[in-house]
């Protein structure tokens, strides 16, 4: 009998495909801060479920909750958010992966130094931090766990600069790649962003209290109104005098990470000032205009590329149709039968809708391929419905490289774009026809297409890479807390 | 801090509207018959999850495993599934209720009578449960659970009849009301529906195994061929020797429940010899063509009153949107802040897409309305996201009755509709318009209209209902075992 | 990498030797009456370590709840003592069995039938249990535990007798066999003693509260007075007008277990009316004039021989030692290494004190024998200590039958003195004497020889014993419910 | 209803009275290390019950996994060990507190420096933490715990001396106060001890391997053999090519601990390279000369007292008696009932044994009074069981001043000792009369009397101690993982 995991107790796509390395939120001046935080992480928790912590300041002192699992799970005890009080108070998802490091790496990770306490959590991937951390071990420095934020953290705690925020501006500068950090110390929150502006962190208003977060959704979630996003390189600091804001200099390039319009942040968000749902219906739209299908009916593959597939059943004129059902019961821990059934993993989260296929010509929405393995089932699913031709529409350009900037792409060679053409993969998944979206038709679903990242599709990465970034983490600790 | 029960893990509509009360799954001739039955609850996860259950039988003897928590949970354990041996098993979910008597009804119920051991597996409401048991309390025989199951057993062990076949028939010649039952003896399976139908069961193939289950999703996670539905008042009998058939008499007037259609079932199953989706993309169709709407968009409530508005959108001819984001992550025990925030629990769930519906006239289509009170919180919801109008379809007729027959349908005074005007629900809900679909709409959207039991919305009840059985069950047991 | 499993949480005896059936305590006329029977139930822990339960009655319903583990572990979660409301309560701690039933058999068992709700614990076993339950099979009766409990509730759910106390009366003429009964209705509480008096049950008092348990201990933990015994053949019912007493007939010779005295009742106990503490050093002296010893010191296997060995050292004169030092903190699951240790079992429990043996002439005092394994690691321990010579005096007889009366004896072929002489054992056990209390010293030490079962030692059954008792057991249910 | 907690799950006598720091093993060239450092943690889980963890390495690189519980609840989950691989391991116990930061300060800590990975492990106290933290953050470092290993890791991965042993000889100059670490890195592994050489390690042998052990009876668990006491000052490296050893300088005068004589260590333990059982049964003896009794029966408080008093018996010729049992089933979560019974915690706990203490005049040993609230519940008990007099023999001095050194005596003003008479602490427990030892007497008592530290007995620290270390521990983190 195997074990398939599905990560924890599923409902989303993570698995599937892609997983984004974190969500952060942050709230300063609300009586119950660590409850606004607690929902701000479950609206976030598409964008990690590995662990969820949180740290909450009383003004005095500092108190901090982490574990492993879903947030709702963490934070089960009803012991627990009696403790975390405070007007002011930060939390941190973080994504799952297999084997992982478990509570070690948790967030918002918390130190004491001599500025005092200090809590922090990131979203991103500081591209030179293993750079950084040799440099600092030479220095006689110990690191406890492999998140950038204890870098980051050291380095403050080493700044001469004056002022939290300078020390943290200070901080920041030796920082290459893509981070989102929220700092949390006794009496003050600080929000910032890399000067590309890779990941997405916006501000909004609860009353008198501010509020950051990964996207938008996690303001709805607690009533809080949207203000704008959090410029790239924008540092701002909120405490008791008010909010200030200052920039890093210099103004870089914006890189803004596409996928999180492709895939990643909810449709119901605001990042980078946009609205996913519109620009994920954009890449739809664009797909009908450059991938048109002579079909009878469109499905998407739930629930992520449903917007991508409303957008081409509108632009193509094709009828849109629900036909695979999805289940959103998997759990932690799911036994599989001890017969090798390949399709299995496939099975017990999607079903086909027979009446809506059968005789069809259908065409499916998908909104990327990275290794291939779970759309040939799908497809090999859906063809048991008996439809009369499939064809396969992806929302994206062929994914060919990795992601230094806060996204889990695997190495290249397991990514099936990169070595196989766009035929070769058709008639692995075993599509009558396959087409992506270019690169070109994918810039034009945005706004401001000169300020994306796109390194992944087109191997244009605005900042060097080290060999030490492209070689595999280092791998601090095999085995973590329970 | 209050704490909000989303019944389990979450992830499907049931704490927002009606319950179920069971499913349940049969399979005679598979080597790993109990892995099969744990997929193919699984795949009936919707229809209960309180509680889960499994026996199975390796020929001589009987083995059994029940728990409350979602299936995958209360298997988890690896020592569970090895244990449960043989190529028979059957398997039972439960619903999920506040204050419930957990583990004491939790199913397939199990004894040992002079027939030796037996389990058990219910779906439905025995409607003349409390007499039967009256009448047994009295001749002297003890109760252990409320189930109906319990019941029928005690029948089957009372009875003289020469095979276990017949004394089946006999103990259920004295039930009214709806049921499908399931049994399990060391060498056979035998299912069984009542005369009217009320409950859906089916009958599939898996190479040379049978299987039974309330709904063919369950069939198609194991890949087993969906063969037919199993009759009203049929006796299905499997063994060594292969599968028997035998009709209870008299035949009575088919009264197959219409909100399996509505609500209940998947989409993608069949039921009643009928496609789910096909029957519930009419109502929307219906519904469309009943009460039409000058609007812009149609959207869902997700995910149940999807298909639905699909079928509104198609015949109206008004684009479908996806307008509402359902968070499926909710848990067990979802902490929620102190202050007093009423539209919480919906927000929680979920979250309006404002870049679709802002300025727009929007369709929502939902399946039923039972209190009024989650479909208020969701139409404010939509509001903030400024739309221009809101107009609520419902895809069903006013529900105005309870339900004898399996469906956790409240007290009338909770029924909203029951005391209401359709007029005065709208200004409850604070929608600009709000239409039902009529009886005779609802019925035109199945191919047999004369076989529905449609007694929630019309008091139209298929058998006689006593006194006992409308007033509140019997509160056995009001702490049950953990 | 194997698992050594201690049953429970460890702490006494119970894994090393023989399993008490069951403790049983109640409570009426005390407004926190669950939280007595709790209390109770701790102090009778050693009693049973697989599952635990309460019932409670208000007045008018009666609440259970049952789990398997330590009492405060069944109890641990917060919301389970309030619901568990009323003045009136009974519980019961059950045993520890490799591969049980689980909480199949968890009891109070809790009925519902024509007198209205009914909880039942149980210490003993009746020994004609087999046939009066498949008597009541083949006229019709379902079962659902393999519990004594269960026939006794169906035989007074089908007694015609006026009373309820007339029922019981009626019911327990039918058993033969060792029984302690607690029922709880709505609104009495009766408490049973079989007419030999094979297991102890006795009365106590809290201000206006009656209280009955299995040992006095449990009646000092809560503070109440021990009162008398409660007389073999007497039934005791407590309701809202007192206390009434009567007897069934016809009287039987009183069968005493005196293995209660050995080992399994806790020294601080009283137990039919007579204090353990008492009985246990008079063994030891019996012995010390039995099968004295020239040696330096008496060393008792920890913690259930010490008052034994104190008795013999005081008898001897030879100077008592602590020689073992037992670790309490042994778990539920111990991992214990690869290599094959034989005697990691032992030495994971005890841990001989080097100064106090080593050059010494040691006598090890232990009160029985059963399979011999035990004492042979434990004897290699000690050696390891380096002491000169290794006594083994034993404070009861060769233990040569089984029991039918409620101690789980294994089968004769198991219990080493059944087949091998004292010699053979001695070396077995790799000691250099050993020598076992005689029948007639084990009766000098207590007070009323003529009225103690002593079964096991001599074959002497109080009762008659059918084929089918003899024979295993019947498994109703190999698995059980988590 | 109130909660009583006992620490886990019971079985010493830890929370009755003062808690040691913590326990520390060490393993080096086994095949099976993990699990040797497994048991060792189980034999010292005395020392510690909050926390335990082990890391391993297996020649490259090292794992480790910590959790808060008792080391078979730590490490139950049957996944854990065979991930800790390699032939070299450390372990750790924690003592466990009230409001204790949990799982933040579990060892052993495990850090990423320029030497490579480091495991640390730490029993004691060392006395200028604070100030060597400060000092280290106005330099910039940080701190993620409050245990002194991060200290001296950060002193060790600062050092610029050549070898690992330099460094971490280096570093241990820094610090004051009492210290046993082991350390692990990839190929070694490093013990080392205080120069006053305050808390107890010893060398065992098992085959090829080496052994560390806070207490030699974790030596007898694995079946090792004790070498020797590991020399106050000593550095014991042992990697591939044998073990060396050094020493730091200056010599200091030696002050081991006499209280884990007194208390803290196991009776079958040789620490110190004495035996305790032999120096604590002399405590006991040296104590019937100094305060001899007119009595009829000596007993102990069990466990920790049961030497004490055995030495005290047979010094006096006073009759030993088991007059108090024990009750080793106390959970983690005890539900305390409504009404107010203080004493309740101690007869949860303990239970008089009637028949032996009644009419006769007690003599009661205990090993040290802390804050008298206990004793005083204690002598209440004994009383009820009505014997004539009750005379407590204390065989340690009145305890008067905190330590420094790694036990967790309270402040002063919660010392009864160190503000009232004897005469008034006799009158607060209701004793008739009441009787310490003196610090002559219990030097007397050990063959090395000039080298123990007796400073929380006559106020003669060994070492300065600086306000800081006097006031109380600052509180890093108010909330820990779970």
Request: with cysteine; glycine share 8%; net charge neutral.
């Given at each position: 009998?195997?074990?398939?995991?599905?990560?924890?107790?599923g409902?989303?796509?993570?698995?599937?495909?892609l997983?984004?390395?974190?969500?952060?939120?942050?709230?300063?001046g609300?009586?119950?801060?660590?409850?606004?935080?607690?929902?701000?992480?479950?609206?976030?928790?598409?964008?990690?479920?590995?662990?969820?912590?949180?740290?909450?300041?009383?003004?005095?002192?500092?108190?901090?909750?982490?574990?492993?699992?879903?947030?709702?799970?963490?934070?089960?005890?009803?012991?627990?958010?009696?403790?975390?009080?405070?007007?002011?108070a930060?939390?941190?998802?973080?994504?799952?992966?297999?084997?992982?490091?478990?509570?070690?790496?948790?967030?918002?990770?918390?130190?004491?130094?001599?500025?005092?306490?200090?809590a922090?959590?990131h979203?991103?991937?500081?591209?030179?931090?293993?750079?950084?951390?040799?440099?600092?071990?030479?220095?006689?420095s110990?690191?406890?766990?492999?998140?950038?934020?204890?870098?980051?953290?050291?380095?403050?705690?080493?700044?001469?600069?004056?002022?939290?925020?300078?020390k943290?501006?200070?901080?920041?500068?030796?920082?290459?790649?893509?981070?989102?950090?929220?700092?949390?110390?006794?009496?003050?929150?600080?929000?910032?962003?890399d000067?590309?502006?890779?990941?997405?962190?916006?501000?909004?208003?609860?009353?008198d209290?501010?509020?950051?977060?990964?996207?938008?959704?996690?303001l709805?979630?607690?009533?809080?109104?949207?203000?704008?996003?959090?410029?790239?390189?924008?540092?701002?600091?909120i405490?008791?005098?008010?909010?200030a804001?200052?920039?890093?200099?210099?103004?870089?390039?914006?890189?803004?990470?596409?996928?999180?319009?492709?895939y990643?942040?909810?449709?119901?968000?605001?990042?980078?000032?946009e609205?996913?749902?519109?620009?994920?219906?954009?890449?739809?739209?664009?797909?009908?205009?450059?991938?048109?299908?002579?079909a009878?009916?469109?499905?998407?593959?739930?629930?992520?590329?449903?917007?991508?597939?409303?957008?081409?059943?509108?632009?193509?004129?094709?009828?849109?149709?629900?036909?695979?059902?999805?289940?959103?019961?998997?759990?932690?821990?799911?036994?599989?039968?001890?017969?090798?059934?390949?399709?299995?993993?496939?099975?017990?989260?999607?079903?086909?809708?027979?009446?809506?296929?059968?005789?069809?010509?259908?065409?499916?929405?998908?909104?990327?391929?990275?290794?291939?393995?779970?759309?040939?089932?799908?497809?090999?699913?859906?063809?048991?419905?008996?439809?009369?031709?499939?064809?396969?529409?992806?929302s994206?350009?062929?994914?060919?490289n990795?992601?230094?900037?806060?996204?889990?792409?695997?190495e290249?060679?397991?990514?099936?774009?990169?070595?196989?053409?766009?035929?070769d993969?058709?008639?692995?998944?075993?599509?009558?026809?396959?087409?992506?979206?270019?690169?070109?038709?994918?810039?034009?679903?945005?706004?401001?297409?000169?300020?994306?990242?796109?390194?992944?599709?087109?191997?244009?990465?605005?900042?060097?890479?080290?060999?030490?970034?492209?070689?595999?983490?280092?791998?601090?600790?095999?085995l973590?807390?329970?």
């Amino acid at each position: 009998m195997r074990s398939l995991s599905f990560g924890e107790y599923g409902g989303n796509d993570m698995n599937r495909k892609l997983r984004e390395f974190c969500g952060v939120f942050g709230i300063y001046g609300d009586p119950h801060a660590a409850e606004k935080v607690y929902l701000g992480l479950y609206a976030l928790q598409h964008r990690g479920q590995e662990s969820a912590g949180i740290a909450a300041s009383d003004g005095s002192l500092l108190s901090v909750h982490r574990g492993t699992g879903l947030v709702w799970s963490v934070f089960s005890n009803p012991s627990i958010m009696p403790r975390l009080a405070g007007s002011a108070a930060i939390g941190h998802n973080r994504y799952s992966t297999t084997g992982s490091t478990g509570l070690v790496n948790a967030q918002p990770l918390f130190i004491q130094c001599k500025i005092g306490q200090i809590a922090a959590a990131h979203n991103g991937n500081v591209s030179n931090a293993f750079e950084l951390r040799r440099r600092m071990e030479e220095e006689g420095s110990i690191f406890q766990t492999t998140t950038d934020s204890e870098i980051v953290l050291h380095l403050i705690s080493r700044s001469h600069a004056p002022s939290l925020e300078d020390k943290i501006a200070e901080a920041l500068v030796h920082l290459d790649g893509a981070y989102c950090f929220v700092f949390l110390t006794k009496d003050r929150l600080i929000a910032s962003r890399d000067p590309y502006g890779f990941r997405p962190l916006c501000l909004g208003r609860l009353g008198d209290a501010l509020v950051v977060a990964s996207e938008s959704c996690a303001l709805d979630i607690i009533g809080a109104a949207y203000e704008r996003s959090i410029e790239p390189g924008e540092i701002l600091s909120i405490g008791p005098e008010g909010v200030a804001s200052r920039r890093m200099t210099p103004a870089r390039r914006r890189a803004c990470c596409i996928f999180e319009y492709i895939y990643f942040s909810r449709p119901d968000s605001i990042i980078f000032g946009e609205k996913v749902d519109k620009a994920r219906r954009f890449l739809g739209k664009e797909l009908a205009k450059e991938a048109p299908c002579d079909a009878d009916i469109v499905i998407a593959v739930p629930d992520s590329a449903s917007t991508a597939a409303l957008g081409y059943a509108q632009e193509s004129k094709i009828r849109f149709e629900i036909g695979l059902i999805r289940n959103h019961y998997v759990g932690r821990t799911f036994i599989a039968p001890h017969q090798d059934e390949r399709d299995l993993d496939v099975r017990v989260k999607f079903n086909p809708v027979a009446g809506v296929l059968r005789g069809k010509r259908v065409v499916i929405v998908e909104d990327s391929i990275v290794r291939g393995t779970t759309l040939r089932q799908l497809v090999r699913l859906v063809r048991s419905a008996e439809p009369r031709e499939i064809h396969v529409r992806v929302s994206s350009p062929p994914l060919v490289n990795p992601c230094f900037y806060g996204i889990d792409i695997p190495e290249k060679k397991n990514l099936i774009a990169a070595s196989r053409s766009v035929e070769d993969i058709r008639r692995h998944i075993e599509a009558d026809s396959l087409r992506y979206l270019s690169v070109e038709g994918m810039l034009r679903a945005v706004t401001e297409p000169e300020h994306q990242c796109t390194a992944c599709f087109t191997g244009d990465y605005p900042t060097m890479i080290s060999e030490d970034c492209k070689k595999d983490k280092f791998d601090f600790c095999r085995l973590g807390m329970a």
